[in-house]
């Protein structure tokens, strides 16, 4: 008997009703009705977007199980959204949408020597001298390799991370380090490494952090007088994922007492991976021999994306997102927002968000008036390295000269200049601007930004160069 939408359904239906409630049964399930069956595809419709994003996030496990039982392992589960009269008059607008197939990451069970750790960490016995710990991966499993898109801008660093992610620890890419700017993916692309290792190697105990979370529950440790169990802990980690590594950055303690755990690691074959904003090289106030580490791996950067690899990247969320939209606009977003992909995908969702709430056709009109909008209000992050280059470029400078001990009146302010608009620009504190300009302390740069204020109330030129140095910096 050939299979219909209908007959598999119905016999997927069977299975779940037996591993459910009856109430939730009703509820999620009933109201679902089958529409097409291709090869090995089952496209079944759904009242609303809520109903999907529920039985993506509650059912998805017990749906991939009845749908390969039906159709085998390489079945494929998508939904239509029938939503009411979306515009005006017109039929009920539909949306398509793929099944992501994830489930959210389990925890993973750690047996760690008893002695090591403070008994008042929770302790599910298994057998004296030994404790398990439950340990959460803190990965997002929806940043996978799948919607990592590969283009020229990104090709090294993805590679080397599905290298890393087929055999974690065994290759000459550790510590993988990933740099870039900001919005360019550093973060998807380690949790996505993160995630494949947990689907290949299960046993194996992966964790992502921050380094501004890793470096407060130090500050914890060394308050609660338990610096070794912090140690002790980490060193039981297969896989340590450290997110913008250069927070790290002016941070001894921190910085020592990660020298020892990552020396630990390498040393026992356990894989590190880290992101940062900037190479290696140009780290500011990190030590010099977790530098020389950061280095004895691969620094793989990710750069802006190319314009067609942008198009791919717009594609790929519009279908995520189940929308169709005409090529034209796809291709006029991609070719005016260029500088990173968290501003692509800002720009589209703000397009599909106009569309929808004001109930209005995509069209390029929209599109136009969307991305114009978009790029205006997109405030670029200015670091306070390419203040530095901005300011050491306009008073015909090099680096070195800026950051200097000198006291030349052109060179101070020039220095001080520097400090005014890394005060103007960025969240870092005063004491940060000044260890970065020439190792100053707060003091130095509060003087320097009342400085600047006075000279540009009462000198017309030290006013231009303010204005010209303003304008490089907000183009």
Not at 174 to 203: C, M, Q, R, S, W
Request: charged share 25%; net charge positive; hydrophobic share 40%.
């Amino acid at each position: 008997m050939n299979k219909t939408a209908q007959s598999v359904w119905e016999n997927c239906l069977s299975f779940i009703k037996d591993n459910i409630q009856d109430q939730a049964y009703k509820t999620w399930f009933e109201p679902i009705k089958s529409v097409e069956l291709t090869d090995n595809a089952l496209y079944i419709q759904v009242p609303s977007k809520f109903f999907y994003e529920w039985l993506e996030e509650h059912y998805v496990k017990l749906l991939k199980v009845a749908l390969t039982k039906e159709l085998g392992k390489n079945a494929k589960l998508l939904y239509k959204i029938r939503m009411e009269n979306t515009y005006g008059n017109k039929q009920p607008f539909t949306e398509q949408l793929p099944s992501a197939n994830r489930v959210p990451m389990k925890p993973q069970e750690v047996d760690a020597p008893f002695k090591n750790l403070n008994p008042e960490l929770k302790n599910p016995f298994v057998i004296p001298g030994i404790r398990n710990l439950k340990i959460e991966s803190q990965l997002n499993a929806n940043y996978s390799f799948d919607n990592f898109l590969e283009g020229d801008s990104n090709r090294l660093a993805r590679s080397a991370g599905m290298a890393v992610a087929n055999k974690p620890g065994g290759t000459s890419f550790n510590p993988l380090l990933i740099f870039g700017g900001v919005g360019l993916g550093k973060t998807h692309l380690a949790h996505a490494i993160g995630v494949e290792i947990k689907d290949k190697y299960p046993e194996k105990t992966v964790l992502y952090i921050s380094a501004e979370i890793f470096t407060q529950q130090y500050i914890d440790s060394v308050k609660k007088n338990n610096r070794n169990d912090f140690i002790h802990f980490y060193q039981l980690i297969d896989v340590l994922i450290i997110d913008d590594v250069q927070f790290l950055s002016g941070k001894s303690g921190t910085q020592d007492v990660f020298f020892h755990i990552f020396n630990y690691l390498h040393q026992n074959g356990k894989q590190v991976i880290l992101t940062s904003d900037k190479a290696p090289v140009d780290m500011q106030d990190i030590e010099q021999r977790l530098l020389s580490r950061f280095k004895w791996g691969l620094s793989a950067e990710l750069h802006q994306p190319d314009y067609e690899t942008r198009i791919s990247i717009l594609k790929n969320i519009l279908y995520r997102d189940g929308v169709q939209i005409p090529e034209e606009i796809i291709e006029y977003v991609a070719r005016n927002i260029k500088s990173n992909v968290r501003e692509l995908e800002g720009a589209i969702i703000s397009l599909i968000a106009q569309s929808s709430f004001n109930k209005k056709e995509v069209t390029l009109e929209l599109a136009k008036s969307v991305v114009e909008k978009f790029v205006k209000n997109v405030k670029r992050e200015i670091s306070i390295d390419y203040i530095q280059k901005i300011v050491s470029d306009y008073f015909q400078l090099d680096l070195e000269t800026l950051q200097s001990k000198t006291r030349k009146r052109h060179v101070v302010q020039a220095r001080q200049l520097a400090m005014f608009f890394a005060k103007k620009f960025t969240k870092a504190s005063l004491a940060n601007i000044g260890s970065q300009i020439g190792d100053r302390d707060h003091a130095t740069v509060l003087h320097a930004c009342k400085t600047v204020d006075n000279l540009v109330a009462t000198d017309k030129q030290f006013k231009k160069f303010v204005e010209d140095i303003n304008k490089k910096l907000t183009l």
